[in-house]
């Protein structure tokens, strides 16, 4: 809880050390701040609490689904180089200062108790997203992409907002016990269609959030146009975020409308599956596949919300964690790519100038070729057993077709991942040894190692709760 | 322990070679893997009193655990793996892989992953060790492979990574279904809580887990990645897929498709034995046109796993017995035969069965061993092939007459295509690109000559692996019945 004080201020202070302190100070300033509020956030474990009249509610499932958000930030923050925009235009303090306050956002998101501090938090998040996305102002795609997501993304805000209101309407609150209580008390035949309704709509404006199909069509644009370093940011964060608050609503309030919301969510995940990965397959540039990737895992988590289980939050933490890593990793090293192919005319983020990458850069061809693996969801590496777990998942609900659905989609993936691992590995190319930050290097190699660990032995988070 | 050292033990070697890169990666990869095969000996000697098991806790709110495993059945395989694990290697002497760090670090690699699958006791880390094996190997065949290497190996992983999705998901679900708050993926619980089922769910789950090892063996019509996949690949490469690795797929049938769904065979175990013999026929015909020498073998290890899967499918002991035999046998026999290739294409630059012709009069040790090799692999009498054909040809004829006589054509055509190799390559007239043959090196010979000394050893001695295997056969045969 004191985190999200902390964070705040910290990031205010980040804009006055912007004077006077050169880039990387203030990088290392923003890693220490985040690895301070990380401790703060650790020490409320085991310490159930209400905050602000029980608007905020810290429990372990918020706070390892906080750790994960801020170990996201604190990993972004260490990919972070320039930013991949030129210096001359960059204001490293402003970013950095945003990046901690999307995370106050986040933050709020996966701990609130009350619709209204929800809404906060992803609008926080989201209003940080927008600035992001446009920040390298010079280029046309980069402003697109804002452009895009701004009107997206505040057009599915109103949606959510007018579902809540609805809710609201239907059960006189916004404290979410409350509105469990409403719901659980009213006979179903004298329950107002417009509860219903206002479920509905908060759900399209997560699915938007979240980029499910068919409300994913911002999706490529955004993560395309906008600095890689804040896609990394983005395909992390906001979806970690996005399914630690949609899983708390449908469980928690809307737990016994189960009936309502699981066939549009099953209809949903198979079609947000179907194109997320067929797509996927037909792209030549690394960052769009890895967008389309984005959409894809989203459609199995969200067949992890539908199941409901007792074991759904640590399965949903589980894959955020194991997605969270590999995602960062894989950004990371198409950022690192382009960044040193720029001034070429392809265009730097296309598998083609991966070629060759292995002979010269054999740790950061490993490092890429593990997250891909991950992705793709092979033994080994966490994205397995995510795989697993959100499929035993779904199977405790007697649920089958989907599961077939996302099995063969599963090997639809291991083919576009593995155009990567072709292009590095097997192909010819000229790419001589890129140089890589320490810190970059710190990153790379604790979240390649992170997926192994997590591959071998899940246990570790599985046993948080 | 003494099993978690086997089946860590590679890896470790193998990890090593692969980050510290020492320059005599070869001679270290040759003793580590010596140590593993007498570490597996005095491991399948305490087997052979009492099973051996390791257990630790491993994915404990899933039920699953690591839990290692040595029966009568298991250990065939372990034994098979670390017998052959040193003759490959041996066979990269004196070229620019024996030194290779990444190369031999891959396949330590391999052999760990290969390991693990036999030890498992635990469904899970079966299958775990089964997704694993394909990483190595792909990386073997994809950067050391031949022409076309990035398609064809690429259709390879995605092939097989596809069939066992499928099984992976029949798993589960049998796996949800036994006992308890966090239930179990132990082999044993698994046949317990599966002979529960329906006819119709285990005819289901039958398809799902036989469509896995299918591709695995391969069986027809799953095979198509297989000769492609087998020829480009170098020959190392082809020796660990061919001699070990397709034996998970006839392994899993054995351990987990026959004591979990026995409804399900009687329902589609006919069918599958028709698919496999129709393997059977038409890689041998296939076998039989070839121009490729190393693609000739490819499809003639097709059709000899076909055999083997129609005798375990048959579900009898003779059966089971024959296909673990004959594992050991086509294990033996196919690396020997691989390796002939190997030695033919070094020295000639062409694996052109035309362009081949009078090796025999450069090279006698050469012919001698090709010939007992290619004989094992007829399965004439007295060689190991014979014992492992005999009783799965006998299982597949209790079973379904008109199939036994079908499968009976393969020792004729086995014969018509293993012979004309050997007569187009040792005999006849010397050709332009064999007229300088050089005579075999101590390394080629060290390697030949105890793989040719142990298929007469099979076909004299096979009651001391058949007895070994015998009980834990019986004791499985019990869940099937």
Redesign the interface.
Known sequence: MTAIIALSLLGILNLFLGFWLSRKTIQAATLLFLAGSMALTAMDWNHEMLWYGHMFHTTNTSISFSLIIQLAAFMVVSFSKGFGIDEEHTHPAEYYAILLFSVVGAILMVSFDHLIMFFVGLEILSVAMYVLTGSDKRNLRSNEAALKYFLMGSFATGILLFGITLVYGATRSFYLVNIAQAIANTPPESTPVFLSIGVLLILVGFLFKISAAPFHFWTPDVYEGAPTIFTMFMSTVVKAASFAALYQLLSGPFGTMYGTWVYPIYYISMLTLLVGNITAVYQQSAKRMLAYSSISHAGYMLLTVSANQASTPSTILYYSLSYTLATIVAFGVVMLVAEYQTGRTEKPENFSSFEGLAKQNPGLAFCFTIAL?SLAG???TAG??GK??V??DI??RHVYYP??LA??M??VG??YY?KGI?AI???EGDIERIELPGLVKFAMWACTLGTLLLGV???IV??LF | MYLLFILLFPLLIGSALLIFKPKNAFAISLAASIIELAATAFVLQEASLNPVSFSA??????GLSFSLYVDGISGVLIGLCALLVPFIVATTANTDRANNSQFQGLMLAMQTALMGAFLAKDAFLF???F??S??PIY?LA??YGGEN??AIT?KF??YT??GS??F??AL??V??QTPGEFHSADMEVLYQTAKGLSADQQGYLFAAFFLAFAIKMPVFPFHTWQPDTYTVAPAQGTMLLSGIMLKMGTYGVIRLVLPMFPLGVATWGLTASILSVIGVIYGSIIAIQQKDAKRLLAYSSFAHVGLMSAGILSGSIEGIQGALYQMLSHGINIIGLFFVIEIIERRTKSREIAQLGGITQFSYPLTVTFVILSLGSVALPLTNGFIGEFLLLKSVFDQNLTLGIIAGITIILGAVYTLRLIQKSMFGNVSRITADFADLTFAEKAVLIPLSALVILGGIFPSTVLGFSEPAVQQLIQWFK
């Open positions: 693996l092979i033994p080994l397995f057993w697993f777990f499929f035993s199977f405790n599961v077939i099995i063969v599963s090997a291991v083919y593995f072709i590995y097997f192909k032995y899940p246990s599985k046993n | 806790p491993w994915v404990a709110e899933a299958y775990f060790f997704e694993a394909l990483l990386f994809a950067i290497k990035n690429f992983f995605v990574l596809f999705l499928f992976l998901i589960v679900y796996y949800l």
